[in-house]
């Protein structure tokens, strides 16, 4: 179940790969529910192959959920539109990623790296 107000919210959310019908899908998330508390820290721990990595991607919004319902502070990501959701991931979304080096500009520093959604996003970063 998910607490009201959670940060981050996943209700009964599976994520499967492969083709229907082949007999070769492979489920990396079954049926996971869970909430995150807005102001909280959280790991997600596990052996490899465990499904974190595509928890991640399926709770920010960066892949959708084969089924189930994922919400960002009660917003409902299967509900929006692909430029919704990227605006969301833009405006209320921080990511690290572990190969930081592939995610970065590299032409610009790293506060320029910082900085950049949030002129994207049409904020005066002064």
Do not use: W
């Amino acid at each position: 179940m998910v607490e009201q107000g959670a940060a981050l919210g996943l209700e009964e959310v599976s994520r499967s790969y492969g083709r229907r019908g082949s007999g070769r899908r492979t489920t990396a998330l079954d049926a996971v529910s869970c909430s995150v508390p807005a102001g909280s820290f959280t790991a997600v721990v596990g052996p490899s192959g465990s499904g974190k990595s595509t928890f991640l991607q399926v709770a920010a919004g960066l892949d959708r959920p084969t089924s189930g319902t994922v919400r960002i502070a009660g917003t409902d990501l299967g509900s929006l539109s692909e430029a919704a959701l990227t605006r969301l991931r833009r405006d209320r979304i921080g990511f690290v990623f572990q190969s930081h080096a592939l995610n970065l500009v590299p032409s610009l520093s790293i506060e320029e790296n910082v900085v950049l959604p949030l002129v994207l996003g049409g904020a005066d970063p002064g």
